[in-house]
């Protein structure tokens, strides 16, 4: 393995970290707004749509660089979900 495709697929990695991390998060902020909202089901359409459409675009780009770029990408993009899930994990207090 090349130098050149070492430094693909830590990019295409990083790229998928940060279409992860812009997917989730936004989910995130839109789960938090539903309750503030005078329409919830255009928030959560509209947001889902935008979410899923530049996310979309990132892994279009991804794809052109072959299927272990792909791969890669949807690596870092899980990644990205595993490291939020358990940061906004709820905290449970243990009754004494």
């Known amino acids: 393995m090349e130098l050149s495709e070492i430094y693909g697929l830590s990019m295409a990695m990083v790229l ?3 279409l992860g991390l812009f997917y989730f998060g936004g989910l995130w902020l ?3 707004a539903v309750s503030k909202v005078n329409q919830p089901i ?7 749509m ?3 459409a530049i996310t979309l675009v990132g892994f279009y780009f991804l794809i052109d660089g072959g299927w272990q770029q792909l ?3 949807l690596v870092g993009f899980i990644l990205a979900r595993i490291i939020l899930v358990k ?3 709820p905290v449970v207090e ?3």
């Open 16 to 18: 998928g970290i940060g």
């Open 30 to 32: 839109t789960v938090q």
């Open 42 to 48: 255009l928030l959560t359409l509209g947001s889902f």
């Open 50 to 52: 935008g979410r899923s």
């Open 71 to 73: 791969v890669a990408g």
């Open 87 to 89: 940061r906004w994990q």
């Open 94 to 96: 243990k009754e004494m």
